[in-house]
Each structure stands twice: as C-alpha cells, then as structure tokens.
C-alpha cells in the first residue's frame, strides 16, 4: 500500500543551525511534491512545491530536494529562528489524480536559543 | 489572516443534531476541499469540488453530505455525527483542480466536537 514517512515525529536544534526535514514514500509515483507548515490550531500553509523533473528548488531560507530514485524529498530550514518552530507535512499528489494530495506523517520542529 | 474563511472556529454538538460548516474563498479558485485532522495526524482528505462539482468523494459516510452552492463558498451539512467524528475540519481551495500543479491555501479549521 502506499505510504509517505517524515523520518521523526520530533527534531529540536539549535538557533542559527540547518534544520533537515526527511519524507520517504512507498508505492507512489508522485508527479509532485509540496510542503507546508502548520502552526497548533492553524491550518498548513503552503511552503514550496518540487516538480519530478526538478531536483532542487529554493525560497529564502528554504531548500528542497527530490529524488525520485530514492523516492525521498529533503526540506532544509537554513539559519533556523525560533519562529521556525512548527510542524512540517510534505505532502503527494496521486498519479493521474492531481487534486488528492495525501500528507505524511509530519515533523514538529522546534527551534531553541 | 488566511484567505480561506472558516465558520464556526468552535462547535459543539450532540450525537442527533444537525449543524453546516462554512468555508469561502475570493481568490476566485476553483477547487475546493474539505479535509479531517485528528489530534497529531496529518490532515485526511475527505472531499474534492471542482468548477462546483463534486469530483472526488473518499468513501465519507453519508452522515457528512457537503454542498458547493457557488464557486465561493463549500458547505460541509452534518448530521447524526458519532463521538469519533471529533477532530479540527479543515476546508482548502486552489486555482483548479485537474491535471495542474497547484497548492492549496487552507482556512483554520472549526475545532468541531461531538458528545
């Protein structure tokens, strides 16, 4: 069955630091790939969206990469603040479908001083 | 502020009332969701409407029936709701909906619970 993991439930770094986000999936053939942040009681905001002919994208001071030989996305977070602190959902559309996104299971960064 | 207008932010219901959500957007999109997010989950797609139809339906029971009356605005028509229907409902839109890359912009949800 198809399944999309972000690699950690939680991931506390230090200020000023990289943050690394990971999405793994299985049994997809995402055309796509976006991003969001949600903030608690908030609903996601879109971040950044990857196409599968496109290997890198970047926005500030994100990144995100997409290798679709090892069917996994990185989101990176560079000079984290503490208003980064957050939980992050990589989300996929479904082949053919290209409204039914299917989220992961999403990471609660949360950036320190 | 999101563009994506919710109502009500807050809802408490018993098992044998009947409530709607709301949802509006003006961005002028066509594409209008209703998704379903339990506590520390991602949020779970229930509905799609596209150009004001109905196009995708993820076998929700028929206890949820969701309106589109204008390109603006989504209903989600409640009734009969069980205990484990409690959860943050949440309505996105985007520019359209097939066969394009488009990301959705959410409201905040309404936080709906069911005793």
């Known amino acids: 069955s198809q399944k999309i993991e972000q690699n950690s439930e939680a991931l506390n770094i230090q200020e000023g630091k990289t943050a690394t986000l990971t999405c793994n999936y299985t049994?997809?053939?995402?055309?796509?790939l976006q991003w969001y942040r949600q903030d608690p009681g908030r609903g996601p905001v879109f971040l950044l969206l990857?196409?599968?002919?496109?290997k890198e994208k970047r926005k500030e001071r994100l990144k995100v990469t997409f290798d679709t030989t090892l069917k996994q996305s990185l989101f990176h977070i560079t000079a984290s603040q503490p208003a980064d602190s957050a939980t992050y959902l990589c989300?996929?559309?479904?082949?053919?479908?290209?409204?039914?996104?299917?989220f992961g299971t999403g990471t609660r960064l949360q950036v320190t001083l | 502020d999101t563009e994506v207008t919710q109502t009500p932010k807050h809802l408490v219901m018993g098992m044998t009332n009947k409530k709607s959500l709301k949802c509006e957007q003006h961005m002028g999109h066509r594409a209008m969701y209703w998704y379903k997010q339990k506590a520390k989950k991602p949020p779970e797609l229930m509905f799609v409407?596209?150009?004001?139809?109905?196009?995708i339906n993820e076998s929700v029971p028929s206890r949820f029936s969701p309106e589109c009356p204008n390109s603006s605005l989504l209903n989600l028509h409640l009734h009969a709701l069980q205990p484990e229907d409690s959860a943050l409902y949440l309505c996105a839109s985007s520019q359209d909906a097939a066969g394009t890359y488009q990301p959705q912009h959410f409201g905040d949800g309404t936080r709906l619970s069911i005793l």
């Open positions: 049994n997809y053939s995402p055309a796509y």
């Open positions: 989300a996929l559309d479904h082949t053919g479908t290209a409204s039914k996104l299917t």
């Open positions: 990857i196409r599968e002919n496109e």
């Open positions: 409407y596209s150009y004001e139809k109905l196009s």
